[in-house]
């Protein structure tokens, strides 16, 4: 079946520090791939998504590109501010964000000032 | 705000107890899914309905079960609970499935204790 595998945290950075969060995936077809932040105490938000292969997803100065050769959907963030502390899930799904999402194990990031 | 109500957000109760709970989706989502959020599983897929009937089953237990109602807010009931079953229990909608270009929006979840 499908599945996500991720980065094992936790993973603290300094502020303004170069931030990647790796994300490969094994499924059949062609998944739209996501990444959800799921800061403390608040439910799960989407971050970005890319449904095809070398979309690229990017939202908040977060970038990830669909890599199919590689099956690969890293998180990457040039500097990263104190605010971006949460944990960050990669995700998978059939057809376009509308069916069941397959989670990877999250991250926990911390930003330290 | 997502837009999708989860209530109770906090359920203590203990072993061999049934509870329920309910989920809300954002007006006009005809769409909802359950996960489960726990230490030892991580996220897991539970159980999506839509329109009222269910679509997709995922690693559901024998001893919960859910339905979505006509108006189409869902419940997801728990029953037989044991200590494993405490988790964070969140629900979320979504317009149709198979719509490009939508998301799914998550509630806060239900955070369930189980004694």
């Known amino acids: 079946g499908d599945s996500v595998t991720q980065m094992e945290g936790p993973v603290t950075l300094s502020e303004e520090a170069f931030l990647t969060i790796n994300c490969t995936y094994t499924?059949?077809?062609?998944?739209?791939l996501f990444w959800y932040v799921q800061y403390p105490g608040e439910g799960l938000q989407l971050l970005l998504k890319?449904?095809?292969?070398?979309d690229k997803g990017s939202n908040k100065g977060f970038e990830a590109t669909y890599r199919k050769e590689t099956t690969s959907f890293h998180l990457e963030k040039g500097s990263v501010q104190v605010s971006d502390s949460a944990v960050y899930f990669c995700a998978l799904s059939d057809h376009f964000g509308n069916e069941k999402l397959t989670f990877g194990t999250g991250t926990r990031l911390t930003i330290i000032p | 705000d997502s837009g999708v109500t989860q209530t109770p957000k906090h359920l203590i109760t203990a072993t061999g107890q049934r509870v329920t709970l309910r989920c809300s989706p954002r007006?006009?989502?005809?769409?909802v899914y359950w996960y489960q959020q726990s230490l030892d599983q991580g996220l897991q897929f539970l159980i999506q309905?839509?329109?009222?009937?269910?679509?997709a089953k995922g690693n559901i237990l024998e001893r919960f079960s859910a339905q979505q109602f006509p108006d189409l807010h869902s419940e997801l009931n728990l029953s037989s609970l044991e200590l494993g079953d405490s988790a964070l229990y969140f629900c979320a909608s979504s317009v149709a499935p198979g719509t490009q270009n939508t998301e799914a929006f998550f509630g806060q979840g239900t955070r369930l204790t189980v004694v």
């Open positions: 309905y839509y329109n009222g009937e269910e679509r």
């Open positions: 890319a449904t095809k292969a070398d």
């Open positions: 499924a059949t077809g062609y998944p739209s």
């Open positions: 007006s006009g989502d005809l769409s």
